[in-house]
């Protein structure tokens, strides 16, 4: 039986069709394998992409297990987060994520290279 954490998960994974909170990098929930073929991965280079719970109020701080409270982002992204000195809150690791996105220096060259190539931007 799924846990409360990984129905949150899978519910946030829906809501923001697949994409990552914070990069918007396509993500994966159930089946890596799929989602490596499809964008011609590695299983290495997958692992980055999986769906992972994020705590918009981190859990540290006494944010709970609630749909208001869970977000679905990439592992790199929910990491990156919480890795270093103070963990950043929510809004200011999306707007970092996002300056970065765009000077295409948070993922590794392939992510922009194989997942967002598509749509003409
Ligand atoms: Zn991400």
């Given at each position: 039986?799924?846990?409360?954490?990984?129905?949150?998960?899978?519910?946030?994974?829906?809501?923001?069709?697949?994409?990552?909170?914070?990069?918007?990098?396509?993500?994966?929930?159930?089946?890596?394998?799929?989602?490596?073929?499809?964008?011609?991965?590695?299983?290495?280079?997958?692992?980055?992409?999986?769906?992972?719970?994020?705590?918009?109020?981190?859990?540290?701080?006494?944010?709970?297990?609630?749909?208001?409270?869970?977000?679905?982002?990439?592992?790199?992204?929910?990491?990156?987060?919480?890795?270093?000195?103070?963990?950043?809150?929510?809004?200011?690791?999306?707007?970092?994520?996002?300056?970065?996105?765009?000077?295409?220096?948070w993922h590794h060259p392939w992510v922009f290279e194989r997942l967002?190539?598509?749509?003409?931007?």
């Open positions: 039986m799924p846990s409360t954490l990984a129905r949150l998960r899978a519910r946030a994974f829906h809501r923001q069709s697949g994409r990552c909170f914070y990069c918007c990098c396509p993500m994966w929930e159930q089946s890596m394998e799929a989602f490596a073929a499809t964008f011609h991965l590695s299983s290495r280079q997958a692992r980055h992409l999986q769906c992972t719970a994020e705590h918009l109020h981190a859990r540290v701080d006494g944010g709970g297990d609630s749909q208001s409270n869970i977000v679905a982002a990439c592992r790199l992204c929910n990491a990156r987060r919480h890795q270093g000195k103070a963990a950043r809150d929510a809004a200011h690791h999306k707007e970092y994520v996002e300056r970065l996105m765009r000077r295409r220096r967002l190539r598509s749509g003409g931007g």
